[in-house]
């Protein structure tokens, strides 16, 4: 098999119903049929729309091109205008310059032949097999992250609606007598437990002043603890100097006594024998 020449023009486009099938395909294993998410910027298929068809394909391929790169700078416009990091007019001079380079990059791929070879059919010639499998392989992989893109998408619908019950029921909580209604999804034995189980936030909010005596005294407490261990280091250094200074008082009149000279002085050579 050939591979698919790129068209712009309406009639080359893929039927609905062969999209909703390829959608189909690409959805998760063991999920009910859903219709796909809408895509992100719904202005972005108004692109080839705004293209006269009556253009060549390779002029109309140039003016898709520049026109994606333009709605791109429009998009990344408004993003930056958001955060108050831009200067539009330095912004729209890059984006003209840009633009102008885009230009003239095209009109030589157009001049040289090669926006003309992407659009026209190959001419009978089959691809190669390493091309067939690089292409299916190519298509494989489009398959799974469109897949996984999906996964994603639900996953983080599903947890923005479980965070929004969550805050909801934790107003709800506040607001009334400091009880949060179950989770809807809890069995009936685990709402009961629950429900058996006291009010610990209103405990908390009833003993505050005595906890806040408590915190108080553990200060306090801390701080003896610390004045403690300082005396102690402090008496313990006192003994040491006080020790050092009784050894050298008590020891020092000793250093000259006829005890100390005798085993202090040389051992005398005994006679030579024979």
């Not at 189980?197 to 108080?216: A, D, F, H, T």
Request: aromatic share 6%.
């Amino acid at each position: 098999h050939g591979l698919a020449s790129f068209s712009l023009s309406p009639r080359q486009s893929p039927s609905p119903q062969r999209k909703r099938r390829s959608w189909r395909r690409s959805s998760l294993k063991g999920t009910k049929r859903r219709q796909s998410l809408p895509p992100i910027h719904q202005d972005i298929t108004e692109l080839s729309k705004s293209i006269s068809l009556e253009l060549p394909e390779p002029d109309r391929l140039s003016a898709l091109l520049l026109s994606s790169f333009q709605f791109s700078a429009q998009k990344l416009q408004q993003i930056l205008q958001g955060d108050g990091s831009l200067r539009p007019e330095a912004f729209q001079a890059q984006v003209q310059l840009v633009s102008e380079g885009l230009k003239q990059h095209l009109q030589t791929l157009e001049q040289n032949g090669t926006i003309k070879l992407c659009i026209e059919e190959p001419g009978g010639q089959q691809p190669s097999p390493a091309l067939r499998k690089s292409v299916a392989q190519v298509n494989d992989y489009i398959a799974r992250f469109s897949a996984e893109c999906q996964a994603w998408d639900q996953l983080l619908l599903r947890y923005q609606r479980n965070s929004e019950d969550a805050a909801r029921q934790l107003e709800q909580s506040r607001g009334g007598t400091g009880w949060a209604e179950p989770v809807p999804h809890l069995q009936t034995s685990q709402a009961q437990v629950l429900r058996s189980k006291p009010n610990y936030r209103q405990i908390l909010e009833e003993q505050g002043e005595v906890l806040g005596s408590m915190e108080l005294l553990l200060d306090e407490l801390q701080r003896a603890v610390k004045l403690l261990e300082a005396f102690g280091e402090e008496s313990q250094q006192g003994l040491q100097r006080l020790s050092r200074w009784l050894a050298s008082r008590t020891f020092r009149p000793l250093e000259n006594s006829p005890v100390r000279r005798l085993l202090a002085a040389p051992a005398r050579k005994g006679p030579a024998l024979g």
